[in-house]
């Protein structure tokens, strides 16, 4: 018995090992765009919690559709007749079969070139750490090393190949030297799809993985949702017109429009995160062009407050048991706006005890 222990051990250290290795499958073997100087890692948010207060609740039936050449990607789902939704820039809905169609798009990242994506195909999701901070990866040219996940969920669908957090960062230009994430949308990964951090949460949110639960950091989970990933190498449509969002496109992204004519297309709005009234945790102005052609896209003029937030992760002891005690284990879906109130009225970051819970 004693040996057959040991034997049972081996087999699942090795299939942590493994399991590991095919996590930090899609890591760029390059970070060229990660900012490596000292300081500005420790003045980003790299190990904080997110949360998820939106308006959008899990859906019925849900599948994705990701688009490798549209750098998009497509949650479609259910709810039932009469459902009222908010007017979403990023949404679009329709009566279908007795029920509400629900149609959320998001701006992705694909593979660098060298690098490979996942092949067209049809594929289900196996695992998700609902909070991945800051930490090591394996590559084959660069071994174990560190990765900024940023807390943010990683829902793996193919081996190793998810949808996750953006990876990179830069200075906001604010004073306060603070280093704020967003999305490049374009070929800059290693094969899997980036997304800006709290489109990521909602995502996961949509798909049925709760973001308004305290879950331990790198714990990994199998999704209980039976959503369907579809990858297409072609531009993804709906209604009969090419599907693009209004975020901006970077290295190697072609937007529909260019190729097929604008009134080919259908564009979906966009949308950014930020839990400060000043704007300061937004990306700076890039001169990035958005969906409309020769204008630049304005992250201040897309946030919105109150939908997604974050705790540090020492707070999150404290935090843990407040959720438990509540209906289902979750944090009410005020939670972010009652956070935000709490920081902006100390000044400060708030202790799980003084939100108000």
């Known amino acids: 018995m004693l040996g057959e222990t040991s034997q049972m051990s081996r087999l699942a250290l090795l299939a942590l090992v493994l399991g590991s290795f095919a996590l930090g499958a899609c890591v760029a073997d390059t970070e060229e765009d990660i900012e490596s100087n000292e300081d500005a890692i420790v003045s980003r948010k790299v190990d904080d919690h997110w949360f998820y207060s939106g308006p959008l ?106 949808f996750h957090g953006p990876i990179t960062d830069r200075d906001n230009e604010a004073p306060g030297d603070l280093n704020v994430w967003y999305l490049r949308r374009g070929q800059v990964s290693a094969g899997c799809n980036r997304m800006m951090g709290e489109h990521v949460v909602e995502m996961s949110h949509v798909l049925g993985i709760s973001m308004r639960k305290v879950y331990a950091a790198n714990t990994a989970i199998r999704p209980t949702t039976t959503a369907k990933v579809k990858v297409i190498a072609d531009y993804d449509s709906y209604e009969g017109k090419y599907i693009d969002v209004d975020y901006p496109t970077d290295n190697g992204a072609k937007r529909p429009a260019a190729v097929h004519g604008a009134d080919k297309v259908v564009m979906f709005g966009s949308w950014v995160a930020t839990e400060m009234p000043d704007g300061k945790d937004l990306p ?74």
Request: proline letters at 10%; one cysteine or more.
């Open 57 to 162: 609740p899990t859906l019925q039936n849900p599948s994705v559709t990701a688009s490798l050449v549209g750098h998009t990607a497509r949650v479609t789902g259910y709810l039932p007749a009469g459902t009222q939704l908010p007017n979403l820039p990023h949404v679009k809905t329709k009566a279908e079969d007795g029920k509400l169609r629900v149609d959320v798009v998001y701006p992705i990242a694909t593979a660098a070139p060298g690098k490979s994506n996942s092949r067209p195909g049809t594929y289900s999701f196996h695992l998700a750490k609902p909070y991945r901070p800051n930490g090591a990866a394996f590559t084959e040219s660069e071994g174990w090393h560190d990765v900024p996940w940023g807390g943010f969920p990683f829902i793996a669908y193919n081996g190793g190949i998810a």
């Open 284 to 357: 700076p102005d890039m001169k990035w062009e958005g969906g409309v052609s020769g204008r630049y896209y304005d992250f201040q003029g897309h946030a919105v407050q109150g939908v997604v937030c974050s705790m540090p992760k020492s707070s999150l002891a404290a935090l843990k048991p407040l959720a438990a005690a509540r209906p289902g284990g979750e944090l009410p879906a005020d939670f972010c706006a009652k956070k935000i109130a709490c920081d902006e009225r100390l000044g400060r970051t708030c202790k799980p005890s003084e939100i108000g819970l």
